[in-house]
């Protein structure tokens, strides 16, 4: 499995930002894709999950209502929809892959992106 994230930038306070994250050799009936993002000095947090057993999962309050993950089987690709963006969402983006369902914990995945990076200014 290779990862591979796109679509981070620099965008103003209240605005909106797609992420990709393209899966290669990922069968999506066996594999959970999540988001995770990590600001500077602060530890890598799980953001959301999504996988076929368990649909969508939103692990943090603070992107509820804001964030969407969504998947394109056909184009091996997840997406992040994020809306409403805030400063304190500054932080560099990853995808990672898992062989079990969806966990909030990164030491469940094994495959991981390279990250973009998404700079919100105030």
């Known amino acids: 499995v290779q990862l591979v994230e796109s679509g981070g930038g620099l965008v103003h306070a209240g605005g909106s930002l797609r992420l990709s994250c393209v899966a290669s050799r990922l069968s999506w009936d066996y594999y959970a894709v999540a988001w995770f993002r990590q600001a500077p000095g602060k530890e890598r947090e799980g953001l959301s999950c999504?996988?076929?057993?368990?649909?969508?999962?939103y692990f943090r309050d603070s992107v509820k209502g804001r964030f969407t993950i969504s998947r394109d089987t056909v184009k091996n690709t997840v997406y992040l929809q994020m809306d409403n963006l805030r400063p304190e969402d500054s932080a560099v983006y990853y995808c990672?892959?898992?062989?079990?369902?969806?966990?909030?914990?990164?030491?469940?995945?094994?495959?991981w992106g390279q990250g973009t990076q998404v700079t919100v200014s105030s």
């Open positions: 990672a892959s898992s062989w079990n369902n969806c966990q909030s914990e990164e030491l469940w995945y094994d495959t």
């Open positions: 999504i996988s076929r057993k368990d649909g969508s999962i």
